[in-house]
């Protein structure tokens, strides 16, 4: 049956109306129509005529359905092909955002480096300055060391010549008359002398002329040698006597 004719439109049979009243006997169905068959006690058949058969019980051809499968396919498709687009950006947008972490992290590296450089070079500095004061306190502490050294020679050479001095000075004397071990010590006097010297050995200090041991008149440098058995030495106009030996 073809819907889209109206002069073969199936009506269905009104009330009180028999639609078996209307059809011929042995007259088989018109153009385009179903047949009904029946027997008693059995269903009615309805068969179909070999018209196109309806649309809606029309099956799609292979072709639709491979476009259909092909759509569905390409759907799908797009959809894996923008997940894996968004993806793909999104680890594009990580990875670049890894890559200036790395850059800045990077940069922040080269700054440290340098800033250790400079700290490195800045306490090689000072530890050269260091160095050099501790070098030139060593060297003040020797010119020191050196300084005391001198003076400490100096002050023996000066001690020395004081104690020489002062042993000349107890060895010396001028014109009197001095008791021997009390007054001077024995030993060999020198004197440069004058124009007119007076010198006596004596063996006591009475004033006479028995108190002399030896004596003598000279003028010029004299020598004289007192024993420690000598009493004393009297001398006048002789200048300073100075023990030799």
Not at 106 to 126: G, P, Q
Not at 217 to 234: C, H, L, M, Q, R
Request: proline share 6%; charged share 25%; hydrophobic share 35%.
């Amino acid at each position: 049956m073809s819907p889209n004719n109206p002069e073969h439109a199936f009506m269905p049979p009104q009330p009180g109306e028999d639609p078996a009243a209307d059809a011929q006997p042995g007259a088989g169905p018109a153009d385009g129509e179903t047949a009904t068959l029946s027997e008693p006690g059995l269903p009615e058949t309805t068969a179909q005529t070999d018209e196109t058969p309806d649309k809606a019980t029309r099956k799609p051809s292979p072709m639709v359905v491979g476009l259909i499968a092909v759509g569905v396919l390409a759907v799908a498709g797009w959809g894996a092909f923008g997940v894996a687009m968004s993806r793909a950006e999104s680890a594009e947008s990580s990875l670049a955002s890894t890559l200036d972490t790395l850059t800045t992290t990077t940069a922040e590296l080269k700054t440290a480096k340098n800033s250790l450089a400079a700290v490195t070079s800045d306490r090689d500095d000072l530890q050269s300055q260091v160095d050099q004061i501790e070098d030139r306190e060593q060297a003040a502490k020797k010119r020191e060391d050196d300084v005391r050294a001198r003076e400490d020679a100096v002050k023996k050479r000066e001690d020395a010549a004081t104690a020489a001095e002062q042993r000349v000075a107890d060895n010396t004397f001028g014109s009197g008359t001095y008791q021997v071990g009390a007054d001077i010590e024995p030993g060999t006097y020198r004197t440069d002398g004058g124009s007119f010297c007076y010198w006596a050995r004596l063996s006591g200090g009475g004033g006479t002329l028995d108190d002399i041991i030896a004596n003598n008149n000279v003028e010029g440098p004299a020598t004289v040698s007192i024993d420690a058995s000598d009493w004393g030495f009297e001398n006048r106009g002789c200048g300073k006597w100075t023990k030799v030996g």
